[in-house]
């Protein structure tokens, strides 16, 4: 007969080979991250020296990085949007309606579409003659073409109405999938009971899928700080659109200062791991 | 008895096989987004390199430019860096400032002389040679004839000044964008120019003279001679504005042309080409060289050294720029071939701008900031390139904007 302990030995042979990927690619980076943040290293003989808080006091007092950050901050607003975006998609979708699977479809191409060639299009649709010109002077709503990706004042935004698009089909399947795990039981008792369609939708269908929304508005919360892709190709930081972790690269790859980059990197962490506590405490089950 | 000598004969066949292959010193070099279009030009490079020097074996590996670099630093941590990496010149100056490519005069020796002067003085840092120099472009002018025609300029731009006229004529005449010169990168304007950027440590582009050079600038945005996303144009969005009409002028390398012979032949039959005016900086406008450097750790760096001085001799420099067709060698003789000028008076637009580009090859120099100079590259360049837009699409005024960030550059150059 086997005890309580063996089975637990064998529970953890099976995490064995997960628990050492991750922490060969994903711990230890980080620990390693967080030890050049706190020294200047050196790629030609891999030497790595001590110097404190040095960066951190850099970046303290480094307007450039300042202004990273605050547009990484200011890029979290595409989440809330995006999430609740998503879920009303996923909710439509759901339905067994003619032509469904094509909407399905058509709202997840922009996720396996490679960003730089998605950037492109959209380099056309924010072209200062380009679509988005064209459509809203069209309607209306504009007298002059406007200069989308070089106006500082909205640029950043722009940027993230590309990040919502390219992203909104990822987190549809994930609420797709939460929907679908709801017991169709439920729904028809509360139907039965003369629930409209409001309060089935706020009583059932978001309590529900709580656990997805959590995942879905971490993934995105950490997506939107790690924003760099869609910032290379559609402005290369240009107009006030220089975000955090574009910050890094060019610390690491520019200027060669691991240690530097290290350090910003850790501070996005922070943040990162700042907002997943909140999202927890929100989000997560009262016990 | 029979199986023992087959297994003799068999280990002797893999043993001589092993031995010769541990033999050949294999010299990985890299480029950047060659393939698949030059396949075959790098094909017979290597095959040729391979056959005339036995026990060296060249393998070539293409990729992104994106790619290479964090590749190569990946490499160069790892202790197996490539032979050689294809690198613009601010690459060059950014990894021999930080000591991570290989300083190359002891392995040149006289070869050093083949190339032209001004390529020479791309890649050295601190009086060192540090790359090979290969390939090499420089912007010409292209034109659409009938909108010069409409707008009654009767020929092209001889100097800087002519440039800004003609292009303000066009304009004003046929309410199009004359043209949209590359911003992203403003430092070069300076020194096509003969504007210093740094002297003496300290920044020095907020003089009269800069502000009068930028405000030219901002005086043809504000009018409407440059399209208003100037700033995100890069070479490709150039070339699409050319072939739509969006703009009168290309000011671009000549290959850009190839583009618009495919994409719109209806402008390319109406397309002229002339020489890109130099400035007070006496230098041709956006000439981009391409070289070779050896990284350091690469442990046999003599022979890295032979494969270079083979991909940038005169021979392969003539042969790459004709599978090309629009790039030009960085070596004094290969410029000299008759293959360039040949095509001076041919009615084909491309052959003609191959012959008015290599004219100007002799004042080609890769316009960037001297080696070293910035102690925080990647701050200093946005600080300076932001005030740069918000003087030109008229949101400061241009003194101001180079102040703020002469100041900023000060403060850092001051640690």
């Known amino acids: ?287 | 008895m029979k199986l023992k000598k087959m297994l003799a004969v068999g280990a002797a066949v893999f043993g001589f096989a092993a031995v010769h292959a541990h033999a050949d010193t294999e010299l990985e070099f890299w480029t950047m987004n060659l393939a698949p279009k030059f396949n075959a030009y790098f094909e017979q490079a290597v095959t040729k390199f391979n056959a005339a020097n036995p026990g060296l074996k060249a393998k070539w590996v293409d990729m992104n430019w994106d790619q290479i670099q964090p590749k190569l630093v990946a490499s160069i941590a790892a202790g197996n860096p490539p032979a050689l990496v294809n690198f613009n010149v601010p690459w060059v100056h950014e990894f021999a400032a930080q000591g991570n490519i290989v300083a190359l005069d002891e392995y040149v020796g006289a070869a050093k002389n083949t190339y032209s002067a001004g390529a020479l003085k791309d890649v050295t840092v601190n009086g060192k040679m540090y790359a090979f120099p290969w390939y090499n472009s420089v912007s010409i002018i292209a034109y659409n004839k009938d909108v010069f025609n409409k707008a009654g300029v009767k020929s092209a731009p001889k100097n800087f000044d002519e440039l800004v006229s003609t292009a303000q004529k066009i304009t004003k005449s046929t309410k199009t964008a004359a043209f949209a010169p590359k911003l992203d990168n403003f430092e070069g304007w300076f020194y096509y120019a003969g504007l210093p950027m740094v002297q003496n440590g300290k920044a020095v582009f907020n003089s009269p003279k800069h502000v009068a050079f930028v405000q030219k600038f901002a005086d043809l945005y504000k009018a409407g001679v440059f399209p208003k996303d100037v700033f995100k144009m890069a070479f490709e969005q150039e070339i699409a504005a050319y072939n739509s009409g969006r703009i009168a002028m290309m000011t671009t390398a000549p290959q850009a042309l190839k583009r618009t012979e495919t994409d719109a032949k209806a402008v390319y039959d109406k397309t002229e080409v002339a020489a890109f005016p130099t400035d007070a900086g006496q230098r041709a406008f956006g000439a981009w060289l391409m070289d070779f450097v050896v990284p350091k750790g690469f442990k046999n760096p003599a022979e890295a050294a032979k494969l270079g001085l083979f991909l940038t001799g005169d021979e392969q420099q003539v042969l790459f720029s004709k599978a090309t067709e629009t790039t030009f060698p960085s070596s004094k003789k290969a410029n000299l071939d008759p293959y360039f000028q040949a095509g001076a008076k041919s009615a084909d637009v491309v052959e003609r701008a191959r012959a008015v580009a290599a004219k100007s090859m002799d004042n080609a120099r890769t316009l960037t900031i001297p080696p070293g100079v910035l102690p925080d590259a990647a701050s200093m360049n946005k600080k300076l390139q932001d005030e740069i837009q918000n003087a030109i699409e008229g949101r400061k005024p241009v003194k101001a904007a180079l102040d703020e960030a002469a100041a900023a550059w000060n403060e850092k150059l001051a640690k």
Not at chain 1, 48 to 72: I, R
Not at chain 1, 189 to 195: E, K, M, Q, V, Y
Not at chain 1, 200 to 208: A, E, H, L
Not at chain 1, 223 to 240: M, Y
């Open chain 1, 1 to 287: 007969m086997k005890t309580s302990s063996s089975y637990t030995a064998i529970a953890y042979l099976f995490l064995a080979p997960a628990l050492i990927l991750m922490g060969l690619f994903t711990f230890w980076p980080v620990g390693y991250n967080a030890y050049l943040a706190f020294n200047d290293y050196s790629i030609v003989d891999a030497t790595a020296t001590w110097n404190n808080f040095e960066h951190f006091k850099y970046l303290y007092h480094e307007e450039l990085f300042h202004d990273a950050l605050k547009n990484s901050l200011i890029f979290l607003l595409v989440v809330p949007v995006l999430q609740v975006a998503a879920l009303l998609v996923a909710k439509l979708v759901n339905n067994k309606l003619p032509g469904m699977t094509f909407f399905r479809a058509a709202y997840y191409i922009p996720v396996i579409t490679a960003v730089p060639i998605a950037g492109v299009a959209w380099l056309n649709v924010y072209r200062y003659d380009g679509l988005l010109s064209w459509f809203l002077k069209t309607i209306g709503i504009i007298q002059n073409d406007v200069n989308w990706l070089g106006e500082p004042e909205i640029a950043i935004y722009m940027v993230m109405v590309f990040t919502f698009w390219k992203g909104i089909g990822y987190y549809m399947v994930l609420y797709l999938a939460g929907l679908q795990a709801i017991p169709a039981e439920v729904e028809e008792a509360a139907i039965l009971d003369g629930a409209n369609a409001w309060q089935r939708f706020w009583k059932i269908t978001v309590p529900m899928v709580k656990p997805t929304i959590l995942l879905c508005t971490l993934l995105s919360t950490i997506a939107a700080l790690k924003s760099f892709q869609e910032v290379v190709v559609l402005t290369r930081g240009q107009a006030d659109t220089y975000t955090a972790l574009y910050y890094v690269y060019a610390q690491a790859f520019t200027n060669f200062n691991f240690g530097r980059a290290s350090a910003a990197g850790l501070v996005i962490t922070f943040f990162c791991v700042l907002l997943a506590i909140v999202q927890f405490r929100f989000f997560g089950e009262k016990k």
